[in-house]
């Protein structure tokens, strides 16, 4: 068992093969992670974030990154108002 060549009539070494595994499960599992948190991205309900519709200090959603015009938001459910607010906002950058 010292010997760490391959004997077999194809050139795959058992061994070899076994200790890849755990890698190109790694490599698969990457693959298919990234895209599908792009693009399962679920938006929260009105009552989970907390959503009103006015503004609170001055913060409104027209002002909110997420805010897509004329009344969506990519992390709330739809519709929404320009005026309203919610937990989840961010400021736009200045």
């Given amino acids: 068992m010292t010997d760490q060549t391959c004997a077999t009539k194809d050139g795959v070494c058992r061994r070899s093969l076994l200790k890849s595994i755990p890698m ?3 490599a698969i599992i990457s693959a298919t ?3 599908g948190r792009l693009f399962a991205q679920a938006k ?3 009552e ?3 959503y009103q519709d006015q503004p609170n200090n001055g ?3 027209a002002t909110c990154v997420q805010f897509e015009p004329p009344s969506t938001c990519k992390t709330v459910e739809s519709p929404i ?3 309203g ?3 989840l906002y961010v ?3 200045a």
């Fill in 85 to 87: 607010w919610c937990q």
């Fill in 24 to 26: 190109i499960a790694g």
């Fill in 33 to 35: 992670a990234v895209p």
């Fill in 91 to 93: 400021a736009k950058p």
């Fill in 81 to 83: 108002s320009p005026n």
């Fill in 48 to 50: 989970i974030a907390k």
């Fill in 59 to 61: 913060q409104q959603c």
């Fill in 44 to 46: 929260v309900s009105h």
